[in-house]
């Protein structure tokens, strides 16, 4: 939203740039004056002021974000903005200590995952857009899977004195927490803020432009949920419960705005008849419930401390106007046509509500002309105070005030009531005007959340050499055995193979040649004369095998330490970083080997329900 302070060129000395990413010094500026001590005192009060002015710039983008579109303004939220992070010192030191391969030979994965972030720093307001965030995502799920533990984390990746990971959406004041799902939550965030974006962008002047925005608007909402149900201990205030339950609200009521207008657009061949009317008023008054929830929502503390006072004199503002539209509506129905029987159920049911056959209904609605005038007329009274109210709050908010959209619409609606209501009132009308019944809120359009698909976008783990995330992760401990050479005797190596990726030694026959080169039962093949073997499937370590003559073969394995979790065992999460429930709902493109196991392959946080006997695997294979 708020673009950064962009370094120096690559002439620039390493000093310069330094400072440059501190935010000190601009283009142009004297690096060497920065160094004396009083150099070094304006130069922290120039970051500290470009910080300050950083924090109001996104507050600001925040109250201006929702004048995007061409009809009445929604609000669409600004993305958790980030700054650059050197993710290379500590993946390097986990690849070299934990998984004792060279972690300088994984430079060009580390740099894949750091261009991957920093493109969805600034995402299109597009399709692909969505999909760039979704499969940074889902990489961050495998970077979960492989480096993280309960007993380790990355969190020296995620926070720095200097630079904090992640800027609140609404207020601009910087947040950071120690943690992966900080990271994954800020992510799923934008992913929501993003379809707000795209829905507030989208033409609603046709029924095409309604529907995708009334969509969009959807997404946001089941994204918000997910991570309201996912996502606990948020360190910035717009991913709090409340925060996440207004935000889910607001774009609920946006979408059902959409549906309404898309209803209110005029169609040549449908006719403006008394049910249509009808079907109108319950839709505004459908809408302006869901903008008084909203309104509530936002009032009350914290949220009230920390959205954007525009925002809540919108909200508030939507409320009344679609109020008041509900009974300019409702005010045409009585008095344009009379109404036909069969929509006389119709209309009763819009002002009194269904109620069962056994309880009376009160005052019957009139079916003469003069006492439907007189009902009509005041319908459209409540409908002039109502968007007189709305054009007042209008008025109050500063930032409202310049969206001369809005008060043209608004504008539009008030003289409509005053001209219909010129037309009913008479001359000799002297008496006091009824009250007008409250319309009954329903939709003929009922919408849902939609949760986002995170298995759309399919992606391959970048760190994809270290080996299968069943066994090659941070959750086990292994010891790497060998090379050992196996020779063949009359029997065959001695031992009986099963599963894929990597393949495991099932049985060592007592006795026999594997034996006595030392390996054993569950240990995990991963070289085969010399060459890598970890994504090998069950046939080709069979294959290679049956062609190795009576020099014999040298293998590599890996055998799992005590204390560490069965391969088959899934990927049990906390809460914390349980954002999904498996690894196909990521679209992770990782080979799941079959292996004796007892356990389920998917358990993440439940308890896996042991079985005697060892079910669902491959044949064993004696090479």
């Given amino acids: 939203m708020i673009p950064e302070d962009r370094r120096d060129g690559p002439g620039a000395d390493e000093e310069s740039t330094q400072l440059q990413a501190a935010g000190s010094v601009r283009k142009g500026c004297d690096t060497l004056a920065a160094q004396t001590p009083c150099g070094r005192l304006q130069s922290r009060r120039a970051r500290i002021h470009q910080q300050i002015n950083k924090e109001l710039r996104m507050r600001t983008g925040a109250e201006n974000l929702y004048r995007e579109g061409t009809t009445v303004p929604m609000i669409p939220l600004g993305l958790k903005e980030t700054k650059e992070l050197d993710w290379s010192t500590a993946l390097k030191e986990l690849i070299s200590g934990h998984f004792g391969e060279d972690g300088a030979s994984y430079e060009t994965e580390i740099r894949e995952l750091t261009n991957l972030r920093q493109a969805v720093r600034?995402?299109?307001?597009?399709?692909?857009?969505?999909?760039?965030?979704?499969?940074?995502?889902?990489?961050?799920?495998?970077?979960?899977?492989?480096?993280?533990?309960?007993?380790?984390?990355?969190?020296?990746?995620?926070?720095?004195?200097?630079?904090?990971?992640?800027?609140?959406?609404?207020?601009?004041?910087?947040?950071?927490?120690?943690?992966?799902?900080?990271?994954?939550?800020?992510?799923?965030?934008?992913?929501?803020?993003?379809?707000?974006?795209?829905?507030?962008?989208?033409?609603?002047?046709?029924?095409?432009?309604?529907?995708?925005?009334?969509?969009?608007?959807?997404?946001?909402?089941?994204?918000?949920?997910?991570?309201?149900?996912?996502?606990?201990?948020?360190?910035?205030?717009?991913?709090?419960?409340?925060?996440?339950?207004?935000?889910?609200?607001?774009?609920?009521?946006?979408?059902?705005?959409?549906?309404?207008?898309g209803l209110s657009l005029p169609v040549p061949t449908a006719p403006r008849d008394c049910l249509a009317q009808l079907h109108l008023a319950q839709e505004a008054a459908q809408v302006a419930a869901q903008y008084e929830l909203v309104h509530q929502a936002m009032i009350q503390p914290p949220v009230c401390s920390y959205v954007p006072f525009s925002w809540t004199t919108l909200v508030h503002v939507k409320a009344k106007h679609f109020r008041s539209l509900a009974h300019y509506h409702a005010a045409v129905a009585l008095c344009d046509s009379p109404p036909a029987e069969a929509e006389l159920l119709a209309l009763e049911q819009v002002f009194l509500g269904p109620l069962p056959p056994s309880e009376p209904r009160g005052l019957m609605l009139p079916q003469e002309y003069e006492e439907r005038r007189k009902l009509g007329k005041a319908h459209l009274k409540r409908a002039i105070l109502g968007q007189e109210e709305a054009l007042r709050l209008?008025?109050?908010?500063?930032?409202?005030?310049?969206?001369?959209?809005?008060?043209?619409?608004?504008?539009?609606?008030?003289?409509?009531?005053?001209?219909?209501?010129?037309?009913?009132?008479?001359?000799?009308?002297?008496?006091?005007?009824?009250?007008?019944?409250?319309?009954?809120?329903?939709?003929?359009?009922?919408?849902?959340?939609?949760?986002?698909?995170?298995?759309?976008?399919?992606?391959?783990?970048?760190?994809?050499?270290?080996?299968?995330?069943?066994?090659?992760?941070?959750?086990?401990?292994?010891?790497?055995?060998?090379?050992?050479?196996?020779?063949?005797?009359?029997?065959?190596?001695?031992?009986?193979?099963?599963?894929?990726?990597?393949?495991?030694?099932?049985?060592?026959?007592?006795?026999?040649?594997?034996?006595?080169?030392?390996?054993?039962?569950?240990?995990?093949?991963?070289?085969?004369?010399?060459?890598?073997?970890?994504?090998?499937?069950?046939?080709?370590?069979?294959?290679?095998?049956?062609?190795?003559?009576?020099?014999?073969?040298?293998?590599?394995?890996?055998?799992?330490?005590?204390?560490?979790?069965?391969?088959?065992?899934?990927?049990?999460?906390?809460?914390?970083?349980?954002?999904?429930?498996?690894?196909?709902?990521?679209?992770?493109?990782?080979?799941?080997?079959?292996?004796?196991?007892?356990?389920?392959?998917?358990?993440?946080?439940?308890?896996?329900?042991?079985?005697?006997?060892?079910?669902?695997?491959?044949?064993?294979?004696?090479?």
């Fill in 122 to 261: 600034t995402p299109s307001r597009s399709e692909s857009g969505l999909e760039l965030l979704t499969a940074y995502y889902n990489q961050l799920c495998l970077l979960d899977a492989r480096f993280v533990t309960p007993a380790r984390s990355l969190g020296l990746l995620f926070q720095c004195p200097t630079q904090p990971c992640r800027y609140d959406s609404l207020t601009g004041v910087p947040a950071q927490q120690r943690a992966l799902a900080f990271e994954k939550g800020s992510v799923l965030f934008n992913i929501g803020a993003l379809h707000t974006q795209i829905g507030a962008r989208q033409d609603r002047g046709c029924p095409t432009g309604t529907s995708r925005a009334a969509e969009s608007f959807q997404r946001a909402a089941g994204a918000f949920n997910l991570l309201r149900q996912k996502f606990s201990r948020a360190p910035s205030p717009d991913m709090s419960p409340a925060s996440l339950s207004m935000l889910e609200q607001l774009m609920a009521a946006q979408a059902q705005e959409c549906v309404f207008e």
């Fill in 394 to 623: 209008h008025a109050l908010g500063r930032a409202l005030r310049r969206v001369d959209l809005l008060q043209a619409v608004l504008g539009q609606a008030l003289r409509c009531s005053l001209t219909r209501y010129s037309e009913l009132d008479l001359e000799d009308d002297f008496f006091e005007a009824t009250e007008a019944p409250d319309i009954q809120p329903k939709t003929h359009r009922t919408l849902e959340v939609r949760a986002p698909s995170f298995s759309r976008v399919k992606v391959a783990d970048i760190f994809h050499r270290l080996g299968p995330l069943s066994v090659f992760s941070a959750r086990n401990r292994w010891r790497l055995v060998g090379p050992v050479h196996v020779t063949r005797g009359e029997g065959g190596f001695g031992f009986t193979l099963r599963g894929d990726s990597p393949v495991l030694i099932a049985a060592v026959i007592p006795g026999g040649h594997a034996a006595a080169a030392g390996l054993q039962e569950g240990d995990y093949i991963v070289s085969v004369n010399g060459q890598p073997c970890k994504w090998w499937k069950h046939a080709e370590v069979v294959a290679q095998l049956k062609g190795v003559g009576d020099e014999g073969v040298s293998l590599q394995v890996v055998t799992l330490l005590p204390g560490t979790e069965p391969p088959s065992t899934g990927d049990r999460r906390p809460a914390l970083r349980g954002l999904l429930r498996n690894q196909k709902e990521c679209g992770w493109r990782t080979s799941v080997p079959v292996r004796a196991s007892p356990r389920p392959l998917l358990g993440w946080g439940r308890k896996a329900k042991r079985d005697k006997t060892a079910g669902g695997l491959s044949p064993a294979s004696q090479p």
